[in-house]
């Protein structure tokens, strides 16, 4: 086993030198038959980028990445989402102590401004 994941770190710098000339290439042809229809140049592009993708997963860094993308999709599932009523309530309360806040900052910069002109004259 040790072996194969020896041999996979190895040719991953040709892997992701494949991926780099699938896409590049695929830019190439893109800007090259521009005048072609545009589903067909859509439909060459998501397979240029499929072919690039599967390239990718067969190195060690695309199938960690993939492993994090399946562990994330885990994660998302077991949060739990609050409700209409409870976004509604939190979303009131923010805007309440945002108007608080505000009107204190204002009532200091009054007071502050009434004391210096007070000073000054």
């Known amino acids: 086993m040790n072996t194969k994941a020896e041999t996979a770190s ?7 030198l494949l991926v780099l000339l699938v896409v590049g290439g695929g830019i190439y042809a893109n800007a090259e038959y521009a005048t072609t229809a545009l589903v067909y140049r859509m439909l060459a592009g998501i397979g240029v980028l499929a072919v690039a993708v599967a390239v990718a997963l067969q190195t060690a860094q695309g199938q960690s990445a993939w492993e994090l993308a399946r562990e994330a999709r885990v994660e998302i599932r077991k949060v ?20 608080l806040v505000g009107l204190m900052l204002w009532g200091m910069d009054s007071g502050l401004s009434w004391g210096i002109q007070a000073i000054i004259g």
């Open 10 to 16: 190895k040719l991953d710098p040709v892997k992701w």
């Open 80 to 99: 739990v989402w609050p409700t209409r009523q409870e976004t509604t309530q939190t979303t009131l309360i923010v805007v309440g102590v945002v108007l």
